[in-house]
């Protein structure tokens, strides 16, 4: 299986919303990133779990949470956005870093 | 840091062969990858090259001159469906994040 998988494809909430991201791969890669995307934009690194453990964090606001349930799962909690964070998140997972797999991505709007 | 330079746009007809050049300025040079980013879709890796040369994949082919802090991609026998963004990318220290340039939009017309 050479797929990564995101859920949503799309999602709509408040700015008081809680909601949750979720991402998935079997390909067993040891390193799995977010990153947000705005139209026009190359993608923007977020975060990157390797080997389950947060190794970077991009300065991103907190109302971004990242969670590495396991090894083939990673989720992004999202809580009191704001309508400038409306972007497309895409998921990531890789084994070397250089070649990095993509999951079709959550758009996201904030209202 | 890290910074990495390719243009902004690029026209070609079908049938025809483009090349989408990178430079790049980074503190330590791991290699160079290319993803093509279809509108609405996910970015695809299309190759790495680590050192010097040209590697060919199929239509597509990636080249880098690391003296000269540079790379292409070579697109031949042009379709339609190439019609996408393309970005250049540089591992950072660790390979554990990825520098991406701005993007070059490909469009290919009939």
């Known amino acids: 299986d050479t797929e990564v998988t995101q859920t949503p494809k799309h999602l709509v909430m408040g700015m008081t919303n809680k909601k949750s991201l979720k991402c998935e791969q079997h390909m067993g890669h040891r390193a799995m990133y977010w990153y947000k995307q705005k139209a026009k934009k190359p993608p923007e690194l977020m975060f990157v779990y390797s080997y389950e453990k947060l190794s970077i964090n991009e300065s991103v606001p907190s109302r971004f949470s990242p969670e590495c349930p396991n090894s083939s799962l990673l989720n992004l909690h999202l809580h009191a956005l704001q309508p400038e964070d409306s972007a497309l998140y895409l998921c990531a997972s890789s084994q070397t870093g250089s070649e990095q797999f993509f999951g079709p991505g959550t758009r996201l709007t904030v209202l | 840091g890290q910074s990495l330079e390719q243009p902004s746009e690029v026209t070609a007809v079908e049938g025809a062969i483009v090349q989408i050049n990178c430079t790049y300025q980074?503190?330590?040079?791991?290699?160079l990858s290319w993803y093509q980013q279809h509108d609405g879709g996910a970015p695809t890796f299309l190759s790495y090259?680590?050192?010097?040369g040209l590697e060919e994949t199929g239509r597509f082919s990636s080249f880098l001159s690391r003296s000269d802090s540079y790379g292409y991609l070579l697109l031949q026998e042009l379709q339609m469906k190439d019609s996408a963004s393309y970005f250049c990318?540089?591992?950072?220290?660790?390979?554990?994040?990825?520098?991406f340039g701005a993007g070059t939009r490909l469009a290919v017309h009939p």
């Open positions: 980074t503190s330590g040079f791991y290699g």
């Open positions: 090259n680590a050192l010097d």
């Open positions: 990318a540089v591992p950072d220290r660790g390979y554990n994040k990825l520098i």
